[in-house]
Nanobody
Framework: QLQLVESGGGLAQPGGSLRLSCAASGVTSVRYPMGWFRQAPGKEREGLAC????????YYEEFVRGRATISRDNANNMVYLEMSNLRPEDTGVYYC????????????????WGQGILVTVSS
């Protein structure tokens, strides 16, 4: 069974950047497109980005396009999310996920969730 553990969260400055990591274990994550969700306080979870099994293709939701970069290291079963030009509204719990599909519908087919990690953007 695939397990996902996020790291790299914490306090970040507005205008700054962050890099979140997701370590997969139990079963190789290579077979899964991988993605990131977040949940801001008082709001529903929203998908941010997805990456194909090979890492050769990425998909970003429009509201983070240009500020987020998703990547993966299949040799080490790792997935990353980098975000720049952080805003206070980027505050929330970020989740690493494994999806059954890659592309525009990836959010609907999440099969595995990480436990989430808190990111706070504040001065």
């Amino acid at each position: 069974q695939l397990q996902l553990v996020e790291s790299g969260g914490g306090l970040a400055q507005p205008g700054g950047s962050l890099r979140l990591s997701c370590a997969a274990s139990g079963v190789t994550s290579v077979r899964y497109p991988m993605g990131w969700f977040r949940q801001a306080p008082g709001k529903e979870r929203e998908g941010l980005a997805c990456i194909s099994t090979s890492g050769g293709a990425t998909y970003y939701e429009e509201f983070v396009r240009g500020r987020a970069t998703i990547s993966r290291d299949n040799a080490n079963n790792m997935v990353y999310l980098e975000m720049s030009n952080l805003r206070p509204e980027d505050t929330g719990v970020y989740y690493c996920v494994a999806s059954a599909v890659f592309g525009g519908s990836w959010q609907k087919y999440v099969e595995v969730w990480g436990q989430g990690i808190l990111v706070t953007v504040s001065s």
